[in-house]
């Protein structure tokens, strides 16, 4: 069973569509990346999903809604973009009191403080903190009950390159532990070495869910790269197969819809010969810019493709 299922979400903003029917689910044991362009619906989403949001559809976590979960910090730790903890209260006593009345017991403030690399600074007041120390904070509060389900949103925001490592090696190792992670961010270069699977999103609905793999090999920019003195003999070949086939540099062919395994199976039963065969995997971004395009909310007007 899938440990969060939402099913049709929804939510409007003065009529304005926010989240649309979205489904999709996120499994144990494994990092979780929610991607979409400015303004998609994530933060919506994970709102909704934690009914905290009026909207439309349902999240089940192991089954059952967020609000019904009898100890709902033991099972479900949530890093939402609002700051919700008080600027003066110092960081330990933020939490102590999160502890108490969620009935964890007080050591366990210790350990999270330990575990986001606070304990130096336990005693501070978070107005005082940088949005890095904030976002490790909020971490503290979401772990405080040890659950076993994570929704961050964008909780690298602020981090400095060492916290954004320290990050990703921490909620691997969580999922690792057999927790769900489901984690938004546009950092997508750190979302290509964190996640296992992705749920992405434009407009509100859902893009593409499935494992990370599937969604970078399934793009324009991933192809078999093959060179060869028979270019158009092997063309031939590849197309009567179904393959799509484009003039490459260098005089080599772009290959797509057919695996390197079958593209050299083919040149050998053709008697073609290869001198390069190889394979291009489109990078996350390159896959969620086409993936992505014309689903963005805000288009500038400057920059664009050099
Ligand atoms: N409280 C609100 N009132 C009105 N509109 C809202 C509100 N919150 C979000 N929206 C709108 O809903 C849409 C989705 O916003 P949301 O913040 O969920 O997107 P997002 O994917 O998290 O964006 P970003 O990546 O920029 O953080 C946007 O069009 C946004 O303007």
Known sequence: MATIAAQGLGKSYGGKPAVTDLSFDVQPGSVTGFLGPNGAGKSTTMRLMLGLDNGVGRTTFDGRPFVELAHPMRHVGALLEAKPFHPTRKARNHLLMLAAANAIPRARVDEVLALVGLTE?????????????????????????????????????????????????????????????????HLLSEMALMADHLVVIGRGRLIATGPVAEFVNSAQASAVVVRTPDASALAAALQSRGAQVEPGDDGTLVVRGLTVDAVGDLAFDEGVRLHELSTRVATLEEAFLERTAGSEEFQATGGGAA
């Open 121 to 185: 600074v336990a005693k501070a007041k978070p107005k005082s903190f940088s949005m890095g120390m904030g976002q490790r904070l909020g971490l503290a509060a979401a772990l405080l009950g040890d659950p076993h389900t994570l929704i961050l949103d964008e909780p690298a925001n602020g981090l400095d390159p060492q916290g954004i490592q320290w990050m990703r090696v921490f909620l691997k190792s969580l999922a690792a532990e057999g927790r769900s992670i489901f984690v938004s961010s």
